[in-house]
């Protein structure tokens, strides 16, 4: 992704080859510094307790790959340069996927293309058949979530530079998002829109008093579904769908070993002994699979730092420029992505690395 950034300034190439392994640019804030190192600490504490190959891997993944893009990479790219690339990528696999779409099996002298551009059918509620793209990745949910940060990068970019290569690159990320049709991205779509909606109206007092009663409201939600609340819980229910079983064995999960958790192992195994049906796809919940892993510290570790990301980001908002709303708009979309999906900030797979990168570019920013 971010060999696009050499090509979409000028001084991309130059800067490159003035680079000096010796000096390595960090950029850190001990908002989001502090519960980092707690996390790292939790997972090398669960590596000695539970020793294994696939810890030691995941612990030199989820360390290393989060220290580069938390702290590394924001000191590096500048946000103008992130965002572009982010959208650009995500507007060429936007145009990877359209064949797929017509033609979701075909062959290309004598090699037939079925995973590459692999393709499922579904139905609109107006009844039209759409196919599901899933462009380069082994996976539909990866291709949605690029498109979704890919509309909301390339929309900033072009709110600052009026640049009409970025406006195409927001309106195939959008098509992209209609292809896919993900019920958490498009929620983390409309809830950004909202929010630049409301602030570019407003201001910044918009976007505390919706954030505030989003948040009661999910709060809210959440308790009816689960009982501790009086409401109609069927139909939430219903909305959430297998994930209320998937979360309740996941707090179970977490309650027999609440201090330091299970460790780096592979979570939805062992979720699956505290779940009573048969077929557990994950946690889908990256904040009780935090819980799971590095137990009651791990969890508020990871909390607090997604809440310090948060507002961090509030308070760049204050400068009044686009980049700054869309850094807001894409941390707000993380956070409310990770509540309906088991992965987190730290891993190597793409939707990880963007929600670390938006995490990451809500520090203060250096020469930005």
């Known amino acids: 992704m971010f060999l696009v950034v050499a090509f979409t300034t000028r001084d991309g190439l130059q800067e490159i080859r003035e680079f000096r392994w010796p000096y390595i640019p960090v950029q850190t804030h001990r908002a989001l510094l502090y519960p980092a190192v707690v996390l790292w600490v939790v997972f090398a504490i669960g590596l000695v307790l539970n020793p294994s190959m696939q810890a030691f891997l995941r612990f030199g993944a989820f ?54 551009l692999d393709s499922q059918r579904s139905e609109l509620t107006l009844g039209v058949i759409r196919r599901t793209p899933t462009s380069i990745f082994d996976g539909i949910s990866y291709f949605r979530i690029l498109v979704t940060f890919g509309a909301v990068c390339a929309a900033g970019v072009a709110a600052r530079t009026r640049s009409p290569w970025m406006v195409a690159a927001c309106a195939l990320n959008l098509f992209g998002v209609f292809l896919g049709l993900g019920r958490a991205s498009i929620l983390a779509l409309v809830i950004a829109t909202a929010l630049a909606v409301g602030y570019l ?56 070993r609440p201090i330091l958790g299970w460790g780096l192992t592979d979570t939805t195994a062992i979720v699956h002994d505290f779940y009573p ?79 670390a990168l938006s995490l990451a570019y809500a520090q203060p920013a250096i020469g930005d």
């Open 63 to 116: 360390v290393g790959l989060s220290a580069i893009t938390l702290f590394i990479v924001p000191a590096v790219v500048s946000r103008k340069r992130a965002f572009t690339a982010i959208g650009v990528v995500g507007a060429v696999c936007v145009l990877l996927a359209l064949p797929s779409i017509i033609w979701p099996d075909y062959t290309i002298a004598g090699v037939e293309i079925t995973h590459v």
């Open 201 to 256: 109206l407003v201001g910044r007092t918009a976007l505390a008093g919706m954030m505030t009663a989003g948040t009661l409201a999910t709060a809210g939600g959440l308790a009816i579904a689960f009982g501790f609340l009086p409401g109609p819980t069927g139909l939430f229910q219903s909305v959430l769908g297998p994930r209320v079983g998937f979360w309740t064995a996941t707090y179970e999960a977490f309650v027999a």
């Open 277 to 355: 049906g048969e077929t557990l796809t994950g946690t889908h919940n990256s904040y009780l699979r935090l819980f799971v892993i590095g137990g009651i510290v791990g969890g508020l570790a990871y909390l607090a730092l997604s809440v310090s990301a948060l507002v961090l980001a509030f308070r760049r908002v204050r400068q009044h420029t686009s980049l700054a709303l869309t850094t807001f708009c894409l941390v707000v979309m993380a956070l409310v992505i990770q509540l309906f999906t088991g992965g987190t900030i730290f891993g190597t797979n793409l939707s990880s690395v963007l929600w």
